[in-house]
């Protein structure tokens, strides 16, 4: 069975046993009518998956495809922020964060294409993107402990339609492995969650097959993991929804240039799930 579902029911639990209430301040989050999204929350939490484990939950439907177009091809390979290019990609919830210049701000991709490293490399500087930059160490120093990005710019953050939930990540080379280490703010467990595992770990794998690696641990460091008031009951049914076996995610392996990647590169398959469990989502 996949030990996705185990880690991702083991933290709903957590949440509904051990979360604290935020109903005594005034959040940010509301719902399309205005209402308060208060949620019920832990903080500071730890998943990691060995290789092998697929970060992929079953119990419930996961839209694995549209999640591995948002991380790898939307942010990463293109390096896109107008709503219309995630459109194109199938992608339609940036909607509700379009802002007038019809983008969702310097926001993700925006970070990656204009946060430059400057890098010396055969007597030159060369001034490389953050994805640029990750390919370039991985080829050049793939043992460097530098191998990151970050969407979070103090800079910018009046400028974003929404700030980052997943902000940071980190790549490590491990004896012909490539690990991951994804970090995040803050974690909506019934609707983010499972996108951020299938997208970044599908990340993970595209750039192992890129350098030939084979895919290491992949891990995920939360900050405030949460709930809100309108998840509760659906994440109890998430906990006791039937579970399935593990799929498979096939990467192309043919493909030794990052941006030469179609969207049929990467594919889950043999996915089996459970219903659609959704609830309204906060902005």
């Given amino acids: 069975m996949a030990i996705a579902d185990k880690k991702y029911k083991a933290l709903l639990q957590e949440i509904l046993t051990d979360g604290e209430w935020d109903t005594d301040g005034k959040v940010r ?9 208060h949620s019920k929350s832990i903080f500071g939490v730890q998943v990691k998956f060995k290789p092998g484990d697929l970060p992929i939950i079953t119990s419930k439907h996961t839209p694995v495809q549209t999640s591995i177009k948002e991380v790898v091809h939307a942010f990463f390979r293109l390096k896109v922020n107008h709503v219309e290019d995630f459109e194109k990609l199938g992608i339609k919830y940036w909607k509700e964060w379009e802002m007038n210049d019809h983008t969702i701000g310097r926001s993700y991709a ?13 007597g030159e500087t060369l001034y490389l993107d953050q994805v640029d930059a990750i390919l370039h160490h991985l080829k050049y120093h793939p043992y460097s402990r530098r191998i990151m990005f970050a969407y979070w710019n103090p800079n910018d953050v009046s400028e974003k339609a929404l700030q980052e939930c997943a902000w940071a990540g980190q790549f490590n080379v491990r004896n012909g492995r490539l690990d991951f280490n994804l970090i995040q703010r803050s974690v909506d467990s019934l609707l983010g969650l499972p996108t951020n595992w299938v997208g970044y770990y599908a990340l993970q794998c595209a750039i192992a097959n890129v350098f030939d690696y084979r895919v290491g641990t992949f891990t995920h460091q939360m900050g405030n993991v949460h709930l809100y008031d309108n998840q509760i009951d659906l994440a109890k049914k998430v906990i006791q929804a039937e579970e399935y076996d593990q799929p498979e995610l096939w990467v192309n392996p043919k493909i030794k240039d990052f941006y030469q990647y179609d969207l049929d590169d990467i594919v889950v398959k043999n996915y089996k799930h459970g219903e659609k469990i ?6």
């Fill in 110 to 122: 925006y970070q990656l294409k204009y946060q430059k490293e400057a890098i010396i490399h055969n």
């Fill in 278 to 283: 959704r609830s309204e989502v906060a902005i």
């Fill in 29 to 37: 989050p509301v719902y399309a009518d205005g209402t308060p999204a």
